[in-house]
Every structure is written in structure tokens, then in C-alpha cells.
């Protein structure tokens, strides 16, 4: 499993700019004693190599006070190959890039940053997704520039009820009033479902009336100045309005919204901080 706290690191990639650990092998050749060489080479004499000059003894020990300057007749080892490696600093931004892919660390960080992405963007299709408002049309209950995260499960679990605020792609009547080719018309909107199917809807005197009764709405920024209905919610459909009643392109304008059409519920502010909660949100 890739730990947690990997997906930070993947964060920042000042790790690039520092150098990795450098390991250094030393290799000591062992000592060995003299042995006495036999045969053609003579008594104290010395015998040459391609591997260098052997010193042998002579056999009754005594070698004249000559020191071996090879022992084991292994030769220095060449340090070219060390010398000619460049260190992580001295690499350019490409190699260094590379170099760090290849490394187990990268690797790691790469792995961490896919399951992450993957695991997010799992997140985003599935259960839940953040929005912005961009306009004024459910004040007093957004305001433009919050940020808030739209649950995208329950829709499916239990039906929709009046006074929850949904976000929803625009139907078709709603685009051909924007029209079908303007950006408008591609965006999720957000407003507040204030009556499912079956009920009998109008708004009169500035107060919205649902099957003949007065609904108490607190979150509206001022009654309305328009008249409407009554009608009766189609199957399948629910009728929605902003609530900033008399500056929202809503219900009221365009008709009713097939529930399938419904993203999700808006269920808390999350940014700007201080208006973070669910203040309005039924």
C-alpha cells in the first residue's frame, strides 16, 4: 500500500535539487607472506609479468633487505572510472529528471502520484465534487466566489424533497433561451427545489404556495415580484428556483427539471473560510 504521506512529496519537487547519497567502495588488496619460488627462476632472483614485478625470497630468508613493493603481485587499481563521474549536481535539469526516475525513489513517488490521481479523480465522478457560483441568483444563501462540495450518492438512494438545493445540468428549454451554442448553456446550474411531482404549485402576492399552503421561506433574499401557476409538477420532474427570487433565470422562466438531470446536493461551503457551514442548506 503507498503511504500517505508520499502524496506530498509529489507536492514539491525540491527534492530534485538535492543530491543523492554517493557510495564509495574501497577495495584493499590482501598481504600475503612471502613464498619461496622453486624451479628455474633460481634461488633470490625476481620474475616480471604483464602484471607487474614479483619479488621472491630467498629461501633461506634472508632477502636482502629488500621490501616487496607489490605484495601479491596485484597491480593499483585505476581510478579513471571514478574520476570521470559527474556528480548529481553537476547534471543538467534533463538528466537530473531522469536520473531521478530511475532511481527507487522516484519510482515510488511516481506510483504514489498515480494511485493518488486515480483514487481523486474516482472521488470527483462518483461521490462527490466541489463547485463555484459565479452570480448572485441564490443570495443571500451563496454569494459569488464560494466554493462548496456537491455529494453525488444520495441522489440515488432516497428521492429528491422541496427545499434541498441541488446542481443540475440545464434542460433543454433553458438552452434554447440562452441558446443551444452559447457557454451558458453548457454550464451546471444551482438553484433550490421548492416542489416535487404531483404537487400543485403558484406564487401569488410574492409568496410561494405549494398545495394551497403558504411555504415559510427564510432563505429567500426578498418575495417575489412575478405571478406563477398554478401548476402541477410532471412525473419524474421537480420544479426549482433561486433564492434571490426576482434575479434568477430558474423554474419559473424555463419550466421544470427532469430529476435525472440533477448532479447532486450542495451539502457545505468549504471556501472562503469564514463562510464555511451549511447555513441555508436544508
Not at 255 to 267: K, M
Request: glycine share 10%; aromatic share 10%.
Amino acid at each position: 500500500m503507498v503511504p500517505a504521506s508520499k502524496a506530498l512529496k509529489w507536492a514539491t519537487f525540491a527534492f530534485v535539487a538535492q543530491g543523492p547519497s554517493t557510495y564509495v567502495m574501497a577495495f584493499s588488496a590482501p598481504r600475503h607472506q612471502s613464498m619461496p619460488l622453486r624451479g628455474a627462476i633460481g634461488r633470490s632472483n625476481s620474475i616480471c609479468g604483464h602484471a607487474g614485478r614479483l619479488w621472491a625470497s630467498n629461501l633461506d630468508g634472508n632477502d636482502g633487505g629488500i621490501e616487496d613493493p607489490n605484495p601479491g603481485g596485484m597491480t593499483e587499481w585505476d581510478d579513471d572510472d571514478d574520476n570521470s563521474k559527474r556528480s548529481f549536481e553537476e547534471l543538467s535539469f534533463i538528466e537530473q529528471v531522469q536520473d531521478w526516475f530511475a532511481s527507487p525513489e522516484g519510482k515510488e513517488d511516481v506510483k504514489t502520484y498515480i494511485v493518488s490521481l486515480g483514487v481523486a479523480l474516482l472521488l470527483r465522478l462518483l461521490i462527490i465534487e466541489p463547485r463555484y457560483i459565479p452570480s448572485l441568483s441564490m443570495y443571500p444563501t451563496f454569494e459569488v466566489g464560494d466554493q462548496l462540495a456537491v455529494e453525488k450518492v444520495t441522489k440515488r438512494i432516497r428521492p429528491l424533497n422541496r427545499k434541498e438545493v441541488v446542481v443540475f445540468n440545464p434542460p433543454a428549454t433553458f438552452r434554447e433561451i440562452v441558446g443551444g451554442s452559447s457557454q451558458k448553456a453548457k454550464e451546471a446550474l444551482i438553484k433550490r427545489i421548492v416542489a416535487t411531482e404531483g404537487d400543485n404549485v403558484e406564487v401569488m402576492g410574492g409568496k410561494l404556495f405549494i398545495n394551497g399552503e403558504e411555504q415559510d421561506e427564510p432563505f429567500t433574499a426578498e418575495d417575489a415580484e412575478y405571478e406563477f401557476g398554478p401548476v402541477i409538477v410532471p412525473p419524474g420532474e421537480v420544479l426549482v428556483l433561486g433564492d434571490n427570487r426576482n434575479h434568477s433565470l430558474d423554474g419559473h422562466i424555463w419550466g421544470f427539471l427532469p430529476s435525472e438531470n440533477v448532479i447532486g446536493r450542495a451539502v457545505f461551503v468549504y471556501w472562503p473560510p469564514w463562510r464555511v457551514g451549511t447555513l441555508g442548506m436544508y
